[in-house]
């Protein structure tokens, strides 16, 4: 495992971007992945983030290399991603 793995040093303007997106974006999947770039830019290690985060550290990872490899367009969700939405009623005819 790479628990000592950190985020490139962040540029002020790249920093102040992320910062940015944390703090004005609704979407919570999204705020959680600016905050992982940043707690690691801070020099917090993937397992203390993952502990703050209640995320596992190959979630930590995952990001980490999205941001690394994308920018802040990595750190979206990607549509028709993840698990389908559970419907608490069935339809029947």
């Known amino acids: 495992m790479q628990a000592h793995r950190f985020v490139h040093a962040l540029a002020d ?7 940015q997106l944390y ?5 919570a999947d999204l705020r959680t992945h600016a905050q992982i ?5 801070a020099g917090h290690t993937v ?8 995320f596992g550290e190959d979630t930590i990872l ?3 290399d ?3 490899q ?3 367009s990595g750190l979206e969700v990607l549509p028709g991603s993840g698990r389908p939405p559970k419907s608490g ?4 005819g």
């Open 13 to 19: 303007q790249e920093r102040t971007a992320v910062q």
């Open 23 to 27: 703090r004005q974006t609704n979407n």
């Open 37 to 41: 770039v940043l707690l690691s830019a």
């Open 47 to 54: 397992q203390e983030i993952a502990t703050l985060t209640y």
């Open 62 to 64: 995952y990001w980490l």
């Open 66 to 68: 999205r941001y690394e």
């Open 70 to 72: 994308q920018g802040l």
């Open 89 to 92: 009623t069935s339809r029947s």
